[in-house]
């Protein structure tokens, strides 16, 4: 994830952290169930009906940073990438500038029909397989926790290091976000709940290369309303593939998915982006998933993301938790994410995560 350009400028350069200050409320105010007023509630009609969930917040008393949170080993015969080797050998749990760790230069594209290609197409595979891995572990009761070390391992079995895991001190080898949380989730001790929607955001590094992938799953019997933003997230993202190709504009992707999203009750997350992906974790082309002039067409070996994060109501704004990570819808409205892994070919786009 990487915010869009117009906010860059506002802090430290960083490509999987919101650029955002902490913003906290007194939380003993805030339900932790959501629920619309009643018909008889004369404030009735300020409160739009996003359904029935129940609202993750960061536990009391606030702890800031991740150093707290226990990393999972991963063995060191299995290549990490760069910004994890030292953290590894020094166990430094730091907040280290992404893009100064995880570096990257020229235009990022993939030699195709070439070995690089290969291994590009052999990442996003194993992180396909890890989400369809992931689908069979969330269940009601299960923990996100369990989950992280479930794909962990599974991860770790196929030779290949999860890269989320010490990625600017990120503690843990997925993200898991859970109905009002937007992106970066970190995985813990909470059991899943009959009604909840989690995106699990997948990336595995193999052979020199990363794959990326994420998707909001439903936990036991969700509502209508939940059921229609994860719908219409997948088909946002559906929209943004259909508009890549050698040529075209990157801003067609962002235009597709507003042209679906501004007709209904849902609004675009603006503080996250997709990105290019490859040696590198996160580069550029970002991938913009709103209405854009950003210049710049497709070219045959691009490589990016494409990753919607679609909130309901009107308000996409997201504030970060004292972890400096898990970032929560502004109002507690609820969010799911998408994401494939895309590559511009001589003809068109493949999917590489499908």
Not at 74 to 82: E, F, G, L, N, T
Not at 125 to 139: I, P, S, T, W, Y
Not at 277 to 287: E, L, T
Not at 306 to 328: A, H, K, M
Request: charged fraction near 20%; include cysteine; charge should be negative.
């Amino acid at each position: 994830m990487r915010l869009p350009g117009f906010t860059r400028f506002l802090s430290r350069s960083s490509c999987t952290r919101p650029l955002h200050s902490y913003h906290f409320r007194p939380l003993s105010s805030l339900p932790h169930i959501y629920s619309p007023a009643s018909s008889s509630d004369t404030r009735s009609e300020s409160y739009p009906d996003f359904g029935t969930y129940s609202i993750i917040l960061p536990p009391e008393p606030f702890q800031f940073g991740t150093s707290h949170i226990p990393i999972l080993p991963v063995p060191p015969s299995i290549p990490h990438p760069p910004y994890a080797i030292e953290k590894d050998l020094g166990n430094d749990q730091g907040q280290i500038d992404a893009e100064a760790e995880d570096p990257w230069e020229g235009d990022g594209r993939i030699e195709l029909n070439t070995d690089e290609e290969r291994k590009v197409r052999k990442a996003a595979r194993l992180a396909r397989n890890v989400r369809e891995f992931a689908c069979g572990l969330v269940k009601v009761g299960v923990t996100t926790n369990s989950i992280d070390s479930a794909i962990h391992e599974f991860i770790t079995a196929h030779n290949a290091y999860p890269s989320p895991r010490l990625y600017s001190g990120f503690p843990r080898s997925c993200c898991t976000s859970v109905n009002n949380i937007i992106v970066h989730g970190i995985p813990d001790d909470r059991p899943l709940e009959n009604g909840d929607i989690v995106n699990i955001d997948i990336t595995v590094f193999l052979d020199g290369y990363h794959g990326d992938t994420s998707r909001t799953f439903l936990v036991g019997d969700v509502d209508n309303q939940g059921r229609d933003l994860v719908k219409t997230t997948v088909e946002a993202l559906e929209l943004g593939i259909r508009a890549c190709g050698p040529g075209r504009p990157f801003k067609g992707i962002g235009r597709a998915i507003h042209d679906l999203v501004h007709r209904s009750e849902y609004s675009i997350s603006l503080q996250f982006s997709g990105h290019g992906i490859g040696k590198v974790f996160h580069r550029p082309p970002w991938i913009l998933h709103h209405a854009n002039d950003e210049p710049g067409v497709m070219l045959p070996g691009h490589c990016f993301t494409i990753e919607p994060c679609l909130v309901q109501g009107s308000n996409p704004r997201g504030w970060i938790f004292p972890d400096g990570w898990t970032t929560s819808t502004e109002n507690c409205a609820r969010s799911s994410q998408e994401e494939h892994m895309v590559l511009i070919t001589e003809t068109g786009a493949d999917v590489l995560t499908r």
